[in-house]
């Protein structure tokens, strides 16, 4: 079907999906930025303020330090674990298919997916008990094993703790969809690698790799955005301390709004900081543009494939 009915079969067929964005993505998100010329409190009352909540962004003397906590925080977790572990554990279980069994892959695979299907609040709780500052945490319980003191891990590695508590979770993600692409790569090319003598970690380096540009690509991505909007466990962990050690820029416009029994409510404050967050996420959005290359991912090969 073809000209004015083709065109409207297909309007018609991508109606209903673009009814659910225009009404849970277009208009929240058009609300929200205008919200944030506001003074809304409480009362939920929308006197335009103007760039008032944008001007006292440049005079919250906190926001520098919650700033650089969001960099580390999101950064650390996505290179250290989200994309770098996540790598490895898809390369050693993709190893371990080839080597041994396909069972005893899909079962390291689910064991590394069981804190992505845990409850956030029983995922934090466990990690409570395991970081206690008392000899009943699981750490502190093998250092007095060994005799040495309690640590407490909480007020003493911060920042540490939210990176791993998070990562944890964030690699598991990235290992399903590694592992995925790492196995639907033509053998052939590890095949004629291998004749040539490449030994595996070279064919991981010229082949494997390069071959993950648009899985990478997505990881980071996806994943840089994730980390920039979430603070569920850091909440449950640290609460964001201590002295605001811990607390990123989702935590502290979360806090603004409804934070705590004596939350200020400043909705429309809040609602400035989120924006300033959107902002972010197009800047890291558009930094992995370029850096990945994606035009050059998504031009026609210059060879016909027939």
């Not at 095949?191 to 490449?198: P, S």
């Not at 030994?199 to 990881?219: K, M």
């Not at 709004?257 to 902002?279: E, I, P, R, S």
Request: glycine content about 8%.
């Amino acid at each position: 079907m073809t000209g004015k009915k083709g065109r409207l079969c297909v309007f018609l067929l991508l109606l209903p999906a673009l009814l659910i964005i225009v009404a849970f993505y277009l208009v929240p998100g058009l609300l929200t930025g205008a919200m944030s010329f506001t003074d809304m409190n409480h009362r939920l009352v929308w006197n335009f303020a103007g760039w008032k909540n944008y001007g006292q962004l440049l005079k919250d003397t906190l926001l520098n330090r919650v700033f650089w906590n969001t960099v580390v925080y999101v950064f650390g977790t996505l290179l250290i674990f989200n994309v770098t572990f996540g790598l490895v554990l898809a390369l050693a279980t993709a190893y371990i298919s080839e080597r041994h069994s396909e069972q005893v892959s899909l079962f390291f695979r689910a064991l590394w997916l069981l804190p992505r299907f845990t409850p956030p609040i029983v995922y934090g709780v466990i990690w409570l008990w395991i970081l206690d500052p008392t000899r009943n945490g699981l750490l502190n319980g093998v250092l007095d094993y060994f005799g040495h003191s309690p640590v407490s891990w909480l007020s003493q590695f911060p920042r540490a703790v939210i990176i791993i508590t998070n990562g944890m979770i964030g690699a598991s993600f990235g290992m399903i969809l590694f592992y995925s692409a790492i196995r639907s790569i033509s053998p052939e090319y590890n095949w004629a690698a291998a004749v040539d003598g490449a030994g595996w970690l070279s064919r991981v380096r010229h082949i494997t790799l390069p071959l993950l540009r648009w899985q990478l690509l997505f990881v980071a991505a996806y994943q840089t955005l994730s980390l920039l909007t979430s603070y569920e466990y850091i909440l449950i962990l640290t609460g964001g301390g201590p002295f605001y050690r811990t607390t990123v820029w989702s935590l502290y416009a979360y806090n603004q709004a409804f934070g705590g029994y004596y939350a200020a409510y400043n909705f429309g404050y809040a609602t400035a900081l989120t924006m300033v967050l959107v902002l972010f996420s197009l800047i890291a959005s558009i930094i992995y543009w370029r850096v990945f290359r994606l035009r050059e991912m998504m031009a026609e090969p210059k060879i016909e494939v027939m």
